[in-house]
């Protein structure tokens, strides 16, 4: 008996006779879970080849988390690999060290690297950088989130490097990328906007890549639960990032009443990127006198960082 009789009230597909599980507002179509899942691999793909995220013997080094974003990410990149000549998928997770937390995440990291048989290294920032957030952010929550994002970024590169990594892929999705740009703008930092893009960026760094940048968290959850790989993991105690919490509400208020405006930010960070990036950064003139990454003073972002902790 087909489906649709037994649940008369759901709608029916618009590419098969199976019954809905999401209306996709843009594209004004309503999918059954096996297109909607074929419809994210699609778009994924087609991000990775447009924009050429990734090329025959690449060594990908994923930023697993744990989390949704990152389970999803990997998922999807394993689903393509067949595809793609020579190219090895490696996960990376970092501990920060936040107790009541990250536990849990590590060890949703290490059964889906399991699963899927894709190496895993973790890395600690006590091995790194001497202590663990926790320590480090005595007296200093409120700025828990700004300290844990440059001691992170320079763990994943480190990470990508000792894995011999030429790409690093993260999880951000369509709703961060869009809340960055919004937070860009508010806060006047273009500049900022179009390095988050990775334009002008160093030959010494690792390319960054971001394949689900056009996939919203809601088709990430709806993804993850499809695909039996929803997994319900603890909060991080230090979720105390205002600006973001406050545009997140905002953007998801205009994305119900105006569907598009994500991606409509993405394409004017797009524009913003093709016609002023190079006078909006002027290239690095210098080596970070501690460690050598390129910066535009004495000490790159994560030494003068270190040097204010005492470390
Ligand atoms: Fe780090 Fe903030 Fe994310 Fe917690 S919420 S893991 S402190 S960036
Ligand atoms: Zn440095």
């Given at each position: 008996m087909n489906p649709k009789h037994l649940q008369p009230d759901v709608p029916e597909c618009s590419l098969c006779a199976d019954p809905a599980v999401v209306y996709q507002r843009n594209a004004g179509r309503h999918l059954c879970g096996a297109h909607f899942t074929a419809d994210v691999e699609l778009r994924v793909a087609d991000t990775i080849r447009t924009r050429r995220m990734i090329i025959p013997q690449d060594r990908v080094a994923v930023a697993l988390s744990g989390g949704k974003d990152s389970t999803a990410l990997l998922l999807l990149l394993s689903q393509l690999?067949?595809?793609?000549?020579d190219v090895r998928l490696i996960a990376i997770t970092i501990d920060e060290g936040i107790i009541g937390y990250r536990e849990e995440t590590i060890q949703s990291a290490e059964r889906l690297t399991r699963h899927l048989g894709i190496e895993h290294h973790c890395i600690s920032f006590t091995d790194?950088?001497?202590?663990?957030l926790d320590t480090v952010l005595k007296g200093r929550e409120t700025q828990a989130c700004s300290i844990c994002g440059i001691l992170r970024k320079k763990a994943l590169v480190v990470g990508a490097q000792q894995a011999g990594a030429t790409k690093l892929a993260t999880g951000h999705n369509l709703d961060d990328e869009a809340q960055s740009v919004l937070m860009n703008v508010f806060r006047g930092d273009l500049p900022r906007l179009v390095r988050n893009s990775g334009?002008?960026?160093?030959?010494k760094f690792i390319p960054r890549i971001k394949p689900?940048?056009?996939?919203s968290e809601k088709e990430i959850a709806m993804y993850l639960m499809l695909n039996d790989a929803w997994n319900e993991l603890p909060e991080c105690p230090?979720?105390?990032?205002a600006l973001r919490r406050e545009v997140r509400s905002m953007l998801s208020g205009f994305e119900y009443m105006h569907p598009g405006t994500m991606l409509h930010l993405m394409e004017s960070k797009k524009k913003i990127e093709r016609y002023c990036a190079g006078s909006l950064i002027s290239a690095?003139?210098?080596?970070?006198?501690?460690?050598g990454d390129p910066c535009s003073g004495d000490l790159c972002q994560v030494c003068s960082l270190l040097r204010s902790l005492g470390k």
């Open positions: 690999l067949p595809a793609w000549q790194l950088f001497g202590d663990s334009a002008g960026s160093s030959g689900l940048s056009l996939i230090y979720t105390h990032h690095p003139l210098h080596a970070c006198r501690e460690c």
